[in-house]
């Protein structure tokens, strides 16, 4: 399947700041998700991006397909934003490829 | 309320035991998914289904195994032959193959 890498590992912000999280993939982007993972394990829907830009609130995100990657932005962070951030591509034959997973750390 | 259900939330096996994990979804969706996620790594496919009573091995299907009686339901049972299932298990749904996924809440094992 397709091999996902994302960067940073690890992320600790001030509350307030701004980050970028990557995601580059090995082959051809279908269907890009990204995800965020709460302390509880609860893995919530943030975007569906196979193309483009989209927002939702302080949230957003890129996919540059022919590129093969992916960017999520989280702007004025907050405590509640902590979490572990996983982007995923379907390979051509529908499977759900994750990577490694982004742990932000989110300080008061 | 529209959504995927896990069950139970803790399950505890012991050495030699078959354990089934529950999963249901009442979006009327046709495709469902069990991953494993092993801590610090990201979620790796178990097996997926794209219709009732079709099913398909992923990545790590070995010791495990699934029925897909019904559209709602796509339970997973660990058998005595997956050496190492210590992990965290979810559950998800599409409406197809290729549309995007929603995740139940986990259900977490472990062997005494």
């Known amino acids: 399947g397709i091999q996902v890498e994302q960067s940073p590992p690890d992320l600790i912000l001030q509350e307030g700041a701004n980050s970028t999280l990557r995601c580059n993939f090995s082959?051809?982007?279908?269907?890009l998700q990204w995800f965020h993972q709460n302390p509880w394990g609860q893995l919530i829907n943030l975007f569906y991006i196979p193309s483009g830009t989209k927002q939702n609130g302080r949230l957003s995100a890129t996919t540059v397909a022919t590129e093969r990657y992916s960017l999520l932005y989280i702007s004025s962070s907050q405590t509640t934003d902590s979490g572990v951030y996983f982007c995923a591509s379907h390979s051509n034959d529908y499977k759900l490829s994750f990577g490694a997973g982004t742990t932000v750390t989110v300080r008061a | 309320d529209g959504g995927i259900t896990q069950s139970p939330k803790y399950l505890f096996r012991k050495e030699g035991q078959n354990v089934t994990l529950s999963c249901e979804q009442n979006l009327n969706h046709d495709a469902m998914y069990w991953y494993r996620q092993d801590p610090g790594q990201g979620l790796r496919l178990i097996y997926y289904?794209?219709?009732?009573?079709?099913?398909q091995k992923g990545d790590i299907a070995e010791g495990y195994s699934v029925s897909r009686e019904k559209k709602e339901s796509f339970p997973l049972t660990v058998t005595s032959a997956q050496k190492n299932p210590t992990a965290f298990y979810l559950c998800a749904s599409s409406i197809s193959g290729t549309e995007t996924q929603y995740f139940g809440p986990g259900t977490r094992l472990l062997v005494l």
């Open positions: 082959d051809s982007v279908n269907n």
């Open positions: 289904s794209q219709i009732v009573n079709d099913f």
